[in-house]
């Protein structure tokens, strides 16, 4: 068994996955004085972190229950500064881009800007779509993937471990604590351990049944390139979103697909949303896209991320469940899971991310 030592630092945690979720858990962690290992099934980031799409904002922000906005709204007033300093702390670049956001076919603008006004997010009513388009200029996008790369050195940086293709089995506990995380090459002591395995969250595992409500969603997603400056805005019209990034290429996405653990694509798809995305931009009809992919959202109902202490383990915790806006809660929500841990009063009301609360909510169809 391996025991990672303690010198001079506080308790050791042990993060498992390595997410956006887990890897900026285990960032905070690691400011707060915290010795950290991460392990990761996969490569790093390989998952839904990598296959998102990094817009920083609910699409329809006003469209959702107030705890998802609530924690949204927070990550996104300190995203630039946070990816600033994981960029000075790694020396990678994540490519944060102010580059705004256009809502095309508002049904309702007015109330929809009456929600922008009340929670601080500049809109605009603008006249390019007869029934009612949104200029919202401050949303951002991050290039997830670089994010990722960022998150993953500046932990390091940090002194923290990152062991990758290292599968969490599952604990040993005793007296409602837990001593200890198995994979399937060792075992490692730990002081507490933080759940942040995204799509498989809902699995548990061996010795860590209870879990709560998250479970895979896919989406399809494409990717074209095009001459750098052809978009320079995000497009959004009906569940479509085009993402342009600063070297030209563009992201056309999504589904939402109750497909289980499949990342399988289909042609019918790629030919629907590459048909709509050339109907919001006319530049993508005779081009190909030059990848198509599919990831698995950590879905949660009403995509309320599951951010607590365990109900059985006293030091087990999860910091999981961000269906479709994992890239925009991260900041705020390893802020909140840490003070959690810590017993800190947080900055938002941790109720609604409460364990017990994510077992009330019902899923919604699709
Ligand atoms: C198509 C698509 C588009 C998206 N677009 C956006 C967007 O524009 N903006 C936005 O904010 N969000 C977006 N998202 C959502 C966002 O990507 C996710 O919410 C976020 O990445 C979840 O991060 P995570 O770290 O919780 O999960 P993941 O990135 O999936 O990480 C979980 C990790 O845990 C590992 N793991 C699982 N089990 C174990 C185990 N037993 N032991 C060790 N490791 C384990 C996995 O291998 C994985 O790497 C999108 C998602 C998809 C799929």
């Known amino acids: 068994m391996r025991e990672p030592g303690t010198l001079g630092q506080k308790t050791s945690v042990v993060v498992l996955g390595a997410g956006i979720s887990g890897l900026s858990s285990a960032l905070t962690l690691l400011k707060r004085g915290y010795r950290v290992t991460v392990?990761?099934?996969?490569?790093?980031?390989?998952?839904?972190?990598?296959?998102?799409?990094?817009?920083?904002?609910?699409l329809l922000p006003w469209d959702y229950a107030e705890?998802?906005?609530?924690?949204?709204?927070?990550s996104m007033a300190g995203y630039a500064d946070w990816v600033k300093a994981i960029e000075a702390m790694s020396g990678c670049v994540a490519e944060y881009w102010r580059c705004g956001m256009h809502v095309l076919g508002v049904a309702q603008p007015a109330p929809a800007l009456a929600w922008c006004k009340a929670h601080g997010l500049t809109a605009q009513l603008t006249q390019t779509?007869?029934?009612?388009?949104?200029?919202?200029?401050?949303?951002?996008?991050v290039r997830n993937p670089r994010l990722v790369a960022a998150l993953r050195a500046a932990v390091l940086q940090r002194g923290g471990?990152?062991?990758?293709?290292?599968?969490?089995?599952g604990v040993l506990a005793q007296r409602g604590r837990v001593t200890?995380?198995?994979?399937?090459?060792?075992?490692?002591?730990?002081?507490?351990?933080?759940?942040?395995?995204?799509a498989w969250s809902g699995l548990g595992l061996t010795g860590l049944a209870a879990m709560p409500k998250i479970r895979p969603i896919r989406g399809q997603m494409l990717l074209f390139k095009l001459a750098p400056g052809t978009l320079d805005t995000i497009l959004y019209r009906n569940g479509l979103y085009l993402i342009p990034r600063l070297d030209g290429h563009v992201l056309v996405g999504s589904t939402l697909e109750d497909a289980g653990f499949d990342k399988s694509t289909d042609d019918a798809t790629r030919q629907r949303l590459h048909a709509e995305a050339a109907e919001l931009l006319p530049?993508?009809?005779?081009?190909?896209?030059v990848q198509h992919w599919a990831g698995l959202r950590p879905g949660s109902p009403d995509?309320?991320?599951?951010?607590?202490?365990?109900?059985?383990?006293?030091n087990v915790f999860i910091n999981a469940g961000h269906y479709r806006y994992g890239v925009t809660l991260a900041p705020a929500s390893a802020e909140l899971l840490v003070d959690v841990m810590e017993g800190n009063v947080p900055a938002l009301d941790p109720a609604p991310y409460r364990w017990q609360a994510a077992l009330e909510r019902h899923w919604a169809a699709l």
């Open 161 to 169: 471990t990152v062991h990758e293709h290292c599968t969490a089995t």
């Open 283 to 289: 530049a993508l009809a005779d081009t190909q896209p």
């Open 303 to 314: 995509n309320i991320p599951v951010i607590d202490r365990h109900p059985d383990f006293e």
């Open 180 to 198: 200890a995380v198995q994979t399937t090459a060792d075992t490692l002591y730990a002081d507490s351990v933080v759940l942040a395995t995204g």
């Open 39 to 58: 392990l990761e099934r996969g490569a790093v980031g390989g998952e839904s972190s990598w296959a998102g799409g990094g817009i920083l904002s609910p």
């Open 129 to 141: 779509h007869p029934d009612g388009s949104l200029w919202l200029p401050d949303i951002a996008q």
């Open 67 to 74: 705890p998802l906005s609530g924690l949204a709204l927070r």
